[in-house]
Nanobody
Framework: QLQAFGGGLVQSGGSLRLSCVVS????????MGWFRQAPGKEREFVAG????????SYRDSVKGRFTISRDNIKNTVYLQMNSLKPEDTGVYFC?????????????????WGQGTLVTVSS
């Protein structure tokens, strides 16, 4: 079970940190990803991290602004979001994948959290 929290309303240029706690399974073996979905749009990949914290991946539009990290002791994955823009607005979901490599495809991920809303005002 995955539970995401930390969303909220922030002004453009502000920061938020999202957290996702995994309460079952062997968290340390999962690839973890963050996705987002804006109103009327498809869910899109934001960032991913493998279980050894060796590899990370980001969509181009968030590179240099967002940082994904994980704490395998706390079973938690984080998404630090800085320099937020109105186009970052959406529901953010965390997801877990039992595969071997980070994927941007939603179909690959086995487990999903309920989502947390991020709203960036201009």
């Amino acid at each position: 079970q995955l539970q995401a929290f930390g969303g909220g309303l922030v002004q453009s240029g502000g920061s938020l940190r999202l957290s996702c706690v995994v309460s079952s399974g062997t968290f340390s073996r999962y690839i973890m990803g963050w996705f987002r979905q804006a109103p009327g749009k498809e869910r899109e990949f934001v960032a991913g991290i493998n279980w050894r914290v060796i590899n990370t991946s980001y969509r181009d539009s968030v590179k240099g602004r967002f940082t994904i990290s994980r704490d395998n002791i706390k079973n938690t994955v984080y998404l630090q979001m800085n320099s937020l823009k109105p186009e970052d607005t959406g529901v953010y979901f965390c997801a877990a994948d039992l595969g071997a490599t980070i994927s941007a495809r939603t179909a690959v991920y086995n487990y999903w959290g309920q989502g947390t809303l991020v709203t960036v005002s201009s």
